[in-house]
């Protein structure tokens, strides 16, 4: 079991979404703070994110943003967290909220969330992480997206053992339980070319 202090959670900006992924996303933030744990996430009042930011606050969890300077400057950022670090690139922001973190929810959202998904992954294949990576389908919302990686793990291009990087939940209130039952191994990144 991993000793959690801060789940980092990443989901979308966009606040015109379905009311089940806002509703999730208060969720998520509150059985945050129940838990006694903290959150990471990116920094911004909008969308699913500041939703998740809100809930968190509201129910007395410390709150960590992290944001890149282009996208402070558009107002977007949250001002009443715990603490708002703003950095110069979103390679520097992905990379210290990895580091803040000892584990990961996945909501629902966009490209951005893809990115840090796959990333999280990838460095977790690698060796370069163990922390647990917890993807919420709510709705059936990465269904399609769960079948393309089975696809690269049935075609070949990664182990089939590389599907337990992550752990599927199909609810919020699932998360917590996932997140301390989650498998602690470290991945050994050279069997990945074997």
């Not at 990471?40 to 129910?59: F, I, K, P, T």
């Not at 703003?86 to 990961?104: E, I, N």
């Not at 163990?130 to 990664?158: H, R, S």
Request: charged letters at 25%; a negative charge; aromatic letters at 6%.
């Amino acid at each position: 079991m991993t000793d959690i202090q801060n789940v980092c959670v990443y989901c979308g900006s966009s606040s015109k979404v379905d009311q089940i992924y806002k509703d999730a996303a208060v969720e998520l933030g509150a059985l945050i703070a129940k838990e006694g744990w903290g959150v990471v996430y990116g920094g911004g009042r909008v969308g699913l994110m500041g939703l998740v930011a809100d809930s968190a606050l509201e129910n007395k969890a410390p709150v960590i943003g992290i944001i890149p300077e282009h996208i402070q400057e558009r107002e977007i950022e949250h001002t009443n967290l715990t603490e708002l670090h703003v950095v110069d690139t979103m390679h520097v922001r992905k990379a210290m909220m990895v580091d803040k973190s000892q584990a990961f929810v996945i909501l629902a959202g966009g490209l951005g969330t893809l990115d840090e998904l796959f990333e999280l992954l990838t460095w977790k294949q690698l060796g370069l992480h163990d922390k647990p990576i917890v993807v919420v389908n709510l709705n059936g919302y990465w269904t399609k997206l769960l079948e393309t990686v089975e696809n690269i793990a049935k075609e070949g291009f990664m182990r089939k053992e590389d599907l337990k990087l992550f752990i599927t939940v199909d609810s919020v209130d699932a998360v917590p339980e996932a997140l301390k039952s989650a498998p602690t191994e470290k991945f050994d990144p050279t069997t990945k070319w074997i």
